[in-house]
């Protein structure tokens, strides 16, 4: 069972080797004339303003958290689509993905509770205003 492993073992070490000796290998021969200018932060060409220690509103951080969870219902969107017919059919499916035994709506239904509560959360969030920026 153990010599099944080792191609992969094999592999990740060459992996680490090759990563371990491209960095050694600029360490040493890199150039390290480094200046005042070159320790500056860059800022996309303009010239750095206040500390990049600044704090964010966490208004900022609660409207990208509340992207991500409606963002990954998405996600979830596609697997869904892509075996509709498997969950909407009690039998089998014949060559052209068609139900050969009893049509259901259980794929439907599924689908509508998860929109369902996704918009009672929408609705919630709406309701406090956690998506206002001011």
Same mark, same amino acid.
């Given at each position: 069972?153990?010599?099944?492993? +080792?191609?992969? +073992? %094999?592999?990740?070490?060459? =992996? ?9 290998? =600029? ?5 390290? $004339?480094? @200046?005042? !200018? ?5 800022? /996309?060409?303009?010239?750095? !303003?206040? @500390?990049? $220690? ?11 958290? #509340?992207? #991500?969870?409606?963002? !990954? ?6 697997? *869904?689509? @892509?075996?509709?017919?498997? %969950?909407? /059919?009690?039998?089998? #499916? ?27 959360? +929408?609705?919630?969030? *709406? ?5 206002? *920026? =001011?």
């Amino acid at each position: 069972m153990a010599e099944s492993y +080792l191609p992969a +073992l %094999l592999f990740v070490l060459f =992996a680490l080797g090759f990563a371990g000796a491209n960095l050694g290998i =600029a360490m040493v021969l890199g150039p390290k $004339r480094t @200046s005042a !200018i070159k320790d500056e932060p860059f800022e /996309c060409g303009s010239e750095p !303003i206040g @500390s990049p $220690r600044v704090k964010f509103s966490v208004k900022f951080y609660q409207v990208a958290i #509340l992207f #991500l969870v409606f963002d !990954i219902e998405v996600a979830f969107l596609y697997p *869904w689509a @892509s075996l509709f017919r498997e %969950l909407s /059919c009690e039998g089998a #499916l014949n060559v052209a993905g068609a139900c050969v035994g009893t049509p259901t709506l259980f794929g439907l239904v599924e689908m509508f509770i998860f929109l369902g509560v996704l918009t009672i959360g +929408l609705a919630y969030v *709406w309701r406090k205003r956690a998506l206002d *920026w =001011a």
